[in-house]
Nanobody, 119 residues
């Protein structure tokens, strides 16, 4: 079993930056895809970014390209989401998720961390 715990959310003004962290624990894994998703009030959860643990190019939703960067520190079992040039529409609960590279579905989820971007 994999446990995921997000941190780093908060309140920031538009144009500001935040870095989210996702600490993975439990079962060790090397061939996992780590992803970030978000859910704004009244909206469906949406994909933000993902990276294959152990290598490979990250990939992003269009709304994140050029502003967000996903990265990982395998030694710390941590994945980060650096968010720059934040906009009020980025306000959401951000979730970390994990799946194996062979799985199409993310099986493991964190509890989420709130990001609020003010005008």
């Amino acid at each position: 079993q994999v446990q995921l715990r997000e941190s780093g959310g908060g309140l920031v003004q538009a144009g500001g930056s935040l870095r989210l962290s996702c600490l993975a624990s439990g079962r060790t894994f090397s061939n996992y895809v780590m992803g970030w998703f978000r859910q704004a009030p009244g909206k469906e959860r949406e994909f933000v970014a993902a990276i294959v643990r152990g290598g490979g190019n990250p990939y992003y939703a269009g709304s994140a390209k050029g502003r967000f960067t996903i990265s990982g520190d395998n030694a710390k079992n941590t994945v980060y989401l650096q968010m720059n040039s934040l906009k009020p529409e980025d306000t959401a609960v951000y979730y970390c998720a994990a799946r194996t590279v062979d799985d199409l579905k993310y099986r493991y989820w964190g509890q989420g961390t709130q990001v609020t971007v003010s005008e």
